[in-house]
């Protein structure tokens, strides 16, 4: 059976019992500060576990795009060393909230395992777990009873709480779990060790393919257990894993799913998989980071230096690392496995297929980049086998290796085996030492302690009124207290809120909760999942009593004008640039409006100002906001509505429409309610933000104004510098000219006095067995002149050795150049003896073993920089 088909049947198994299907949410996760992407099938439903919202459907089925390669599930380093870690992979699942239970759940799947997917009944087992005394836990006597039915006694293991007892995370929802194994050794190597002694004792061959979570406790901040008032199941089942089995193949990697993948990088790389073990974990690196990879920038992350995108960042360096190394590919390769994504993921995820082209674009700047990293850093080791092998070490430490690492993003493995190469080791206990320091710095400064929710009133849902007012009389549902390192932290739900809440680039409100006898500030409005929390800077006295919510007017105001703005500008975009523009991210506040988009070129000034107008047009052309709530999403699609990738939008949206022949979005935000309140709009920069994305920044109504009147007082005294000339332009061109003429006239000067400097030096140097030596302390005008000078004495004088203590402009600086021979012949190496002499003036330099050069901050300290020379060279 095909691996499409699996999935297929999966959800069409389920759907017969009455599930509703449900597509995947996206794999970055968005307003939830636990979670950095998708990790588990459950994520996108956490709120019905957790009790914030009613779940829409009692029994959902779904395949989850997940990603495990940070916090608490992080597989990264296992994946390609054995053959069924994966950073990307599938989870497929059926959920009941509140509806069946253990029995069901069980039953159902010992039923599509066996009767429908036709596994050997003889090679699965089961675990039930065995209670804990430290939580008062008993065993669960209920599944075990329940498995008891259908499987013999012997197969069923008892499993203690790491292996048995799931938990979302240090609090929330969590409960028993009964995992489902199964056995696919040869049957020689079954008659020799039974299967149930190898479950949880990572065989590769006998692995867990299902858990079915039995929810039945909420995890409090100080570690007890309390009782959810429902029950729910939750099951997770790995999709690559189950192929595996129902295909009958050793591996994960040997069943359709990536068997093309494998294909085509076999053919590009000339390399057989299967013949070599470190090749072929390579193979598998690549073709399970190419999925990560493009699922994730499908739904909108892109790769940059922090947070998500570095992780993103670094399994796409990972992936050309191991084809750089192992499989001969110098020039960028990742991209061109992109329409074996779309091709063979699209139907179930369409937003690979729709992106293929950006998704590849994208990647292949990343593997270009990086592949001058790789140059760069091959470059810098070269330089440290010299200065080691000046000095007779053959250890590179730990230090230097990390900071490879850690700067230049050089692997520690590639470091290693460059370092084998030429016969020379590294400090590996010592590059771990580094690491692990980096790494309790970062847990310091992010170490924080939440506290449970403390309850004020009944529970019963938050709702938003912010679209239509700016007050309301709230009560405080329930609040807690966040420590960290910078003290302690307030946070307050309402039951009723005019408070935006963070999201979709907007930033969240700010104003006050107002009683008869307490005003408090409220600095600050996030959504946690689908709970609108507010940051206050302090706890009420009296949190039962009423409360006016009140949103700072003046600030929501500007936001929506920039909001608004963001919404006439993409659109804009689009008829200037073309339809292939898509929205990548956008940042909205009362100051201005960042609005990021895919295109690969710059956009030209002719082309700004187009966009501008178009802009402003719409502005004064008055035109009304038509906002609809409630749209069924195929609808809102019908309507052409314009939808953010990566976005998770529900069965029924929000619709915002500026002139349905222009701008219709789907949109949570607040906006102006006709476009003539933006006032004006005004682009004041656009560039890079990431690899095939550019980034605009504009400004609108009082900030736009007051950028214009800047501009034009900026022209004022440019004109009152210059005397008030009839043409501004051509007194500045006039003026910039006879710049040039003077800088060319310098330069002149300064040739002609580097020139009567170097004939002085050519007399002074001393002749010596095989080398001519010159020493000396130099007056010149800038740093150019210096390496000139350096090098021009070094083509004029045969086995030349120069050491040159120069002052710059009353800074100091070394130059030291040595005839290429002589590196060799007399073991000299410029960068080890600039950075010995750099010493003498307080700073530090280096280079190449034949040119170096050195900067200091004591200008007295050139005069001992050449008695020190001549000392050791003379």
Known sequence: MEAKKIRSTFIEFFQSKQHHYVPSSPIVVKNDPTLMFTNAGMNQFKDAFLGNEIAKYSRVVNSQKCLRVSGKHNDLEEVGVDTYHHTMFEMLGNWSFGDYFKEEAISWAWELLTEVFKLPKDRLYVSVFEGDKDDNLLMDTEAFDFWKKIIPEDRIIMGSKKDNFWEMGDTGPCGPCSEIHIDLRPDSERQEVAGKDLVNNDHEQVIEIWNLVFMQFNRLADGSLKELPAKHVDTGMGFERLVRAIQQKSSNYDTDLFSPFLAALEKKSGKVYGNDKQIDIAFRVIVDHIRAISFTISDGQLPSNNKAGYVIRRILRRAVRYGYTFLGFHEPFLYSLTPLIAENFGDIFPEVRQQQEFISKVIYEEEASFLRTLDNGLKILDQIKGELKGKNETIISGRTAFELYDTFGFPLDLTSLIARENGLSLDEKGFAIEMEKQKTRSRAASESETGDWILVHEDSGV?????????????????????????????????????????????????????????????????????????????????????????????????????????????????????????????????????????????????????????????????????????????????????????????????????????????????????????????????????????????????????????????????NLLKNPKDLKKAVEALINERNDLKKEIESLHQEKAGAVKGDLLNQFVAGEGINTLIAKVKLPNADSLKKLAYELKNEVNNAFVILAANIDEKPQIAVIIDEPLVQSKKLNAGQIVRDLAKEIKGGGGGQPFFATAGGKDLSGLESVVNKAKELYL
């Open 463 to 719: 709702e938003f009124v912010g679209y239509d007012f700016l007050e309301s009389y709230s009560q405080i549902i329930k609040y807690r207290v966040i420590t960290d390192k910078k003290g302690d932290k307030y946070q307050i739900v309402l039951n009723k809120t005019p408070f935006y809440a963070e999201s979709g680039g907007q930033v969240g409100d700010t104003g006050w909760l107002v009683s008869e006898k307490e005003k408090i500030r409220v600095i600050d409005t996030k959504k946690e999942n689908d709970l609108i929390v507010h940051f206050v800077e302090k706890l009420p006295e009296q949190p039962e009593v009423r409360f006016s919510a009140e949103v700072d007017r003046e600030k929501r105001a500007y936001s929506m004008n920039n909001h608004t703005a963001t919404h006439l500008l993409q659109s804009a975009l689009k008829q200037v640039l073309g339809d292939h523009i898509q929205q990548r991210g956008s940042f909205v506040n009362e100051d201005l409006l960042r609005f990021d988009f895919s295109h690969f070129g710059k956009v030209t000034d002719e082309e700004i100002v187009t966009i501008e107008e178009i802009v402003n047009t719409k502005i004064r052309e008055n035109i009304p906001l038509n906002e609809q709530r409630n749209v069924p999403i195929e609808e809102a699609k019908k309507m052409g509505a314009t939808a953010l990738f990566g976005e998770k939008y529900g069965d029924f949206v929000r619709v915002i429409t500026f002139d349905p022949n222009y701008s219709v979005e789907l949109c949570g935000g607040t906006h102006v309610p006709y476009t003539s309140q933006i006032g004006l709009f005004k682009i004041v920069s656009e560039g890079s933000s990431a690899s095939g994305v550019r980034r605009i920044e504009a400004i609108t109504a009082k900030a736009a104004e007051g950028y214009l009147r800047e501009q034009e007082n900026l022209v004022k005294e440019i004109q």
